[in-house]
């Protein structure tokens, strides 16, 4: 038995002898009156036994592990997965998993790409960096960008509108290299 354990008889025999509110024996006690509540309950339901919990709260949207696994095992035996063919691939095994559930884990395996300064500076040593190899016009777009934020609007947006003024260009293919 743990410690745990008899403070939380020790909590409720306390409650159910003054017969004081719940909410005023908590404060009391120093703990939250939902906490109290739940140690009622189960007491209740169940006696001092039922009090010696070990196990941990799990999440009500928390997978299985074994289900995380075959999620974490289909993006490592075909790394150019996408998230929806993963669903459906899912689905057909009847494993119901949110696209975002999916992104979850395999972030939670360090199975997606997502971009950090860490990974670009390794990778410009390999690969040359998108501004070395594009027109001045969209290093300029580029540069205004990473502005964006730091200086007053007012003057950003001047800036931007002189840019568009002096090139005309496509903003579809300028905010998709942004991002």
């Known amino acids: 038995m743990n410690t745990r354990y008899y403070r939380r008889v020790e909590c409720v025999e306390y409650y159910l002898k003054n017969k004081k509110p719940l909410r005023t024996t908590a404060k009391k006690l120093g703990i939250s009156w939902i906490t ?3 140690w009622v309950r189960w007491y209740k339901k169940g006696g001092t036994k039922n009090l010696n919990r070990e196990e ?5 949207n928390k997978l299985d592990s074994e289900i995380e696994k075959k999620v974490a095992i289909l993006k490592e035996n ?3 997965l996408t998230i929806s063919t993963a669903q459906k691939i899912l689905l057909r095994t009847k494993i119901n998993i949110s696209s975002k559930g999916i992104w979850s884990i395999w972030k939670r395996y360090g199975l997606t790409s997502s971009y950090s300064k860490q990974n670009d500076e390794g990778l410009s040593q390999i690969i040359p960096r998108p501004e070395s190899i594009l027109s001045p016009e969209i290093e300029k777009v580029c540069e205004l960008s990473k502005t964006f ?3 007053p609007f007012p003057e ?3 800036k931007a509108k002189a840019l568009s003024k002096d ?3 496509d903003p579809s293919t300028v905010r998709l290299y942004l991002e």
């Open 149 to 151: 934020g730091k200086i």
């Open 78 to 80: 075909n790394p150019s």
């Open 167 to 169: 090139w005309s260009y």
């Open 156 to 158: 950003y947006y001047k």
């Open 56 to 60: 941990k709260f799990k999440p009500w």
């Open 36 to 38: 109290l509540w739940r």
